[in-house]
Nanobody, 125 residues
Framework: QGQLVESGGGLVQAGGSLRLSCAAS????????MAWFRRPAGAGPDERAF???????????NFKDSVKGRFTIARDNGSNTVYLQMNSLKPEDTAVYYC???????????????WGRGTQVTVSS
């Protein structure tokens, strides 16, 4: 089983942009659907809300309604990396963002079996 390492989080003003990256180790990266979840401050450790997902080939994507039109997801199977481009950021986007890998292209966290440790995104007003 591989590992996932997120990067790219930080502090940004409302309206700004960040690009998160998730680097996967292991040779089976292209066999997994990939997703991003987030946990706002004060939420419990298991309260990870779906943000976006992408199929194994990258041919299909899905987004949480509140980020549609602002966030995009992409993957590079050659470099075992998935990206989350976040534009027009809002204070309510503030959260720890987690990368996840699983066998099913879904919005439900229980179907993702490999998780990164997360990266903090803070959007100031």
């Amino acid at each position: 089983q591989g590992q996932l390492v997120e990067s790219g989080g930080g502090l940004v003003q409302a309206g700004g942009s960040l690009r998160l990256s998730c680097a996967a180790s292991g040779r089976a990266f292209s066999a997994y659907a990939m997703a991003w979840f987030r946990r706002p401050a004060g939420a419990g450790p298991d309260e990870r809300a779906f943000v976006s997902a992408i199929t194994r080939s990258g041919g299909m994507t899905n987004f949480k309604d509140s980020v549609k039109g602002r966030f995009t997801i992409a993957r590079d199977n050659g470099s075992n990396t998935v990206y989350l481009q976040m534009n027009s950021l809002k204070p309510e986007d503030t959260a720890v963002y987690y990368c996840a890998a699983g066998g099913l292209f879904t919005t439900e966290s229980q179907h993702y079996t490999i998780w990164g440790r997360g990266t903090q995104v803070t959007v100031s007003s």
